[in-house]
T-cell receptor, first 109, second 114 residues
Framework: KNEVEQSPQNLTAQEGEFITINCSYS?????LHWLQQHPGGGIVSLFM???GKKKHGRLIATINIQEKHSSLHITASHPRDSAVYIC???????????FGEGTQLTVNP | EPEVTQTPSHQVTQMGQEVILRCVPI?????FYWYRQILGQKVEFLVS????????KSEIFDDQFSVERPDGSNFTLKIRSTKLEDSAMYFC????????????FGDGTRLSIL
């Protein structure tokens, strides 16, 4: 079993739709990252969370430490949001990140 | 905004050759990382480096791999004798001091072994 599980694996949406990507993890963590990977391969950090909720523009990330679950929401989705969204956790011991498989999001105009 | 830069963006090498991937972390960062992503798979941790020594490494990081910070700005990953299965995207990351500082990633080097 993977330590970090994301769902769905693939998501297709129409422009303007509200999108939710989920991440569950099975280890003790000190922080959780949401990352975006574009087709060229580069990785951009969107959020780092250790509790509660963060918002940046149309993106919202939440985390429930007790339930070991995080969600990434995109409001008013746009075709430029099309990318792979990756959840990665920093375990309580050490500083390495452990990554999920990623969610491929495609937003159609 | 300061960035992590990686060179080259794409490296093609014959199997058995040595390859060095280069990274320039953000200047005031103290912790450095290498990750790799085989095509179609998830990103995997290779090694972390702090205070001029390896602080943690994964089972992937065997004797064929080494890291170095030769001059206070560059951070390099060397693969001594490349294998076909080393073909992957290699990402460098850095972060600042402090328990929960975010890691900043470079754009990656695509390594293709022929």
């Amino acid at each position: 079993k993977n330590e970090v599980e994301q769902s769905p694996q693939n998501l297709t949406a129409q422009e303007g739709e509200f999108i939710t990507i989920n991440c569950s993890y099975s280890v003790g963590i000190s922080a959780l990252h949401w990352l975006q990977q574009h087709p060229g391969g580069g990785i951009v950090s969107l959020f780092m969370l250790s509790s509660g909720k963060k918002k940046h523009g149309r993106l919202i990330a939440t985390i429930n430490i007790q339930e070991k679950h995080s969600s990434l929401h995109i409001t008013a989705s746009h075709p430029r949001d099309s990318a792979v969204y990756i959840c990665a956790v920093k375990e309580t011991s050490g500083s390495r990140l452990t990554f999920g498989e990623g969610t491929q999001l495609t937003v159609n105009p | 905004e300061p960035e992590v830069t990686q060179t080259p963006s794409h490296q093609v090498t014959q199997m058995g050759q040595e390859v060095i991937l280069r990274c320039v972390p953000i200047s005031n960062h103290l912790y450095f990382y290498w990750y790799r992503q085989i095509l179609g798979q998830k990103v995997e941790f290779l090694v972390s480096f702090y205070n001029n020594e390896i602080s943690e490494k994964s089972e992937i990081f065997d004797d064929q791999f080494s890291v170095e910070r030769p001059d206070g700005s560059n951070f390099t990953l060397k693969i001594r004798s490349t294998k076909l299965e080393d073909s992957a995207m290699y990402f460098c990351a850095s972060r600042n001091r402090g328990g929960n500082q975010p890691q900043h990633f470079g754009d990656g080097t695509r390594l293709s072994i022929l």
